[in-house]
């Protein structure tokens, strides 16, 4: 079956770069996503990745994408306080259903 | 372009009462998720429609969990009657397709007692 583990809290300085990891069991997974929840929000979509891709970059985040271990990971780089909040790492399996992971609370101290 | 809306944003009630949560996706979306999110873990999807009819409701507890979304727009989910462990935050989610984006709702705190 699907399964999502994600280390459950990441604690940096301001300025630092930021190391999400996530492992994932569904080699069939087309896309694997990651979310970012403030408190009482819903869900952001942060960015993707395809399957056939190493890596993706957008500004600030950089995803790295290892099929041959299922591991994927989410940098930040110049981490600020206000990018505090828990990130989730998901997949797609089956029609269209995501697959959470249980999230890590990102701390960014000044 | 508006969000998902839900309502209401909070709702305590007691074991056995039941309760109902009402979502408008983005105008336009045809598919439609509702998720459960238990402290701590990540949000289960519950069920998802296309239009106006099911698609996957595998994950659905039955026997208390419905949900109806008649018109292929709004949706409504009830629970009834309420468990303490229904205790979650209930989100809903909309993409304009299968497999494309999904866009959340702030979701709906609700608290068992």
């Known amino acids: 079956g699907e399964d999502v583990e994600q280390s459950l809290f990441l604690s940096v300085r301001e300025g630092d770069s930021s190391v999400i990891n996530c492992t994932y069991t569904?080699?069939?997974?087309?896309?694997l996503y990651w979310y970012k929840q403030e408190p009482g929000a819903g869900l952001q979509l942060l960015t993707y990745?395809?399957?056939?891709?190493d890596m993706k970059q957008d500004q600030r985040l950089t995803v790295l994408l290892n099929k041959k271990d299922k591991h994927l990971s989410l940098r930040i780089a110049d981490t600020q306080t206000g990018d505090s909040a828990i990130y989730f790492c998901?997949?797609?399996?089956?029609?269209?259903?995501?697959?959470f992971g249980k999230g890590t609370m990102l701390l960014v101290s000044p | 372009e508006a969000g998902v809306a839900q309502s209401p944003r909070y709702k305590i009630i007691e074991k056995r009462q039941s309760v109902a949560f009402w979502c408008n996706p983005i105008?336009?979306?045809?598919?439609l998720y509702w998720y459960q999110q238990i402290l701590g873990q990540g949000p289960k999807l519950l069920i998802q429609?296309?239009?106006?009819?099911?698609?996957?409701d595998s994950q659905l507890p039955k026997d208390r969990f419905s949900a109806e979304r008649l018109k292929g727009v709004d949706s409504t989910l009830k629970i009834q009657p309420a468990k303490l462990e229904d205790s979650a935050v209930y989100l809903c989610?909309?993409?304009?397709?299968?497999?494309?984006?999904?866009?959340f709702g702030p979701g709906t705190r609700l608290t068992v007692t």
């Open positions: 989610a909309s993409s304009l397709v299968p497999r494309d984006e999904q866009y």
């Open positions: 105008s336009g979306h045809a598919t």
């Open positions: 998901a997949e797609v399996s089956g029609y269209s259903t995501l697959t």
């Open positions: 429609f296309q239009n106006n009819g099911v698609v996957d």
């Open positions: 569904d080699s069939s997974s087309t896309y």
């Open positions: 990745i395809f399957s056939n891709m």
